[in-house]
């Protein structure tokens, strides 16, 4: 128990010198140069502790190393099987020890299985950088790209009003959006969610989003555009439902569910590119999102 005590308090220090150093050279050398293109990867239900997680967080390193990531979007189920914090040292830190220790900032949203016991403890929990909040936005690139971070555990009416008013004011490049359980999916297990999107739907519509990443379903999905959006699911960050989608699914684009994967985002000013790799490096869809995609 002490060994996972210091392990953690260490982590949490070098979260918050991390923080504390990029205050610093922004006080002592002025602003920084605009960020033209940003690079980081979207990971669904992957903190099962397992050898998959240990597997996707290696992959991920090595993408990392090849080019480094500006920051990690988690979609949820971040903590199994309940989300206390308890866990937080096996299924998060340990993992993502290589990652954390290149100070690369994850940005989590809480998935169904987070919140049994865990919703606090993820909320306040520095190296989820969620700012005690269960949803907020992450502005990046200066007006590049603005991420859009919603609890659909608890998609309330203030929640909906906050976003609205969020998704307007913004005035991005890309607007992308991050929540667990997706509005659209061909996942046999859980599949779309159709009051998320009765109520959601609409304001992505009205405000001109371009992206929504989603998991929830432990497969990877493709969507066709719906009325002009791209809609992804990301969920096999750490257990894959084999022969878990369905194929007949009148919206799939593309999908996979024989192994593990995550996801690899690029976005600049002309478009965004996106790479799935599974848990052995190979890649099993790509593509471009351009701004002409809304008709």
Known sequence: MNEKITRRQAL?????ITAGAVIQKRTV???QPVKTR???PVVGDFGTGGSDQLNIAKRMFEAHQRAPFDFVIAAGDNIYPNGNGRYFTKHFEQPFASLLNERVR??????????REGRQDQCQYPLFNMGGKGY???????GL????????TDCDAAQIGWAEQQLKDSAA???LVVLHHPLYSSGKKHGSDLYLRAKLEPLFVRYGVNAVFSGHDHIYERTLPQQGIQYFVTGAGGENRRGGVNLKSPFRAASYDEDNHFMLVEAEHERITFQAIS???????RGVIEPSVRS
């Open 12 to 16: 949490l220090s070098l979260a918050a």
């Open 29 to 31: 050398f002025g602003a």
């Open 38 to 40: 940003l690079r980081f």
């Open 106 to 115: 994850f940005h989590a949203v809480l998935g169904n299985h987070d919140v």
């Open 136 to 142: 907020y936005t992450l502005n990046q690139g200066e």
């Open 145 to 152: 790209l603005d991420l859009f971070m919603l609890d659909s």
């Open 173 to 175: 490049r890309w607007k």
């Open 279 to 285: 848990e052995t490096g190979s890649v099993v869809d």
